[in-house]
């Protein structure tokens, strides 16, 4: 005869005579008596819940979906893209007609000249001319597209109908589908696309639901929180900047319950962001969201004192990782390049699309690294 310590995975537990000692619960102890399929007996003296923290787990406000516990510091998140990860991450396959700045791009995944891959330790999305990809003698003007085999959202068929073309650039898009959180620390090491018109998609998205309206009739809601956001061209003669962007397009307060502190920072200089692997990183609290690139902060939000409900107000986020060109969101209308060609598309014109893809002797040249390359991403709890 001997005493065992066990760790359980049942709900009930009964002692060899039939009497029962109730629902599991984290650190019940009990003394159970068992036969040993020897003969020999055996004393089972604790029961543990297997799922519970480790006793020197630190508290923590993160939050990950389908987890009981998280603890303070601890990886949540990490990828080092040695390969494609597909437990890890959807290659999304759709035509993103309810994306927030509408680009002209189809997100798809190539097999015979693959736009989404890893190599050599370092993730690739490639924007690629659907113009290129389409059969026979189909246009974008006036072909088919159809995504159907791997389609990953609603919309994944269209037809080129007048102005209203195929999206012109076929990009990659990766979403952790697996693995959504609320509060921690993001940490991106990429090198950003170089090119007219091009921007880096690092983002944190809603898991279930697409903000945009009210919360209890105070204040708007923001839809995305962007990691790191540069575009890919000198816009208006300005030095190639960081660009802060945490709510959509320019909403740097929540309506009436704005921010009553927010402070940032552009680093100017000569060079591109996408010259070189940066680390960028969103720390994102129930109070405070701060941006900063290779340590640096250069945006920091603070959540007014009056609005306590803003905390429940956000959902679990995924991480999504791609390349967007153009669309209606990210360039102003009175934009030009370095280079000095203005943007050849209005926003909100029907005819957007076909607009950028007729200059495309004018931008296409200057997609010189128009990949997005992505060394790692780690997700730290609070």
Known sequence: MFVSKVVFC?????????QNIGTRKPNVTATLRALHPRGLRVYITVLE?????EPNCVPTRTRVRGRQYVCGGEVIFEDNFDTLREDLWQVEQYIPVD???????SFQRLTSDPNVFVENGTLHIVPKLQENLLRGQESILSGNLDLSDGCTRKMCSKKAFGPDILPPIVSGRLTSYLFSFKYGIVYVRAKVPKGDWLY????????????????GGKFSLPEILKIALADGNRVNNEDYALVYQIFNRSKLGLGNCGATKTESTTRFNHDFWGDDFHEFALRWTPDEIMLTVDGDKYFYWER????????SAFDYLHLTLGVAVGGAGEFPDNSSTDNGKPKPWRNGDPKASLRFWEERHSWLPTWTQPSLIVDYIKVVAL
């Open 10 to 18: 049942i709900v009930l537990v009964e002692i060899i005579n039939g």
């Open 49 to 53: 819940d297997p799922s519970a923290p």
């Open 99 to 105: 994306h927030p700045d509408h680009p002209f791009v």
């Open 200 to 215: 880096p998609e690092i983002l944190l998205e809603p898991l279930l639901t697409k903000y945009g309206g009210t919360f």
């Open 304 to 311: 007014p004192s009056l609005c306590e409900d803003i905390t």
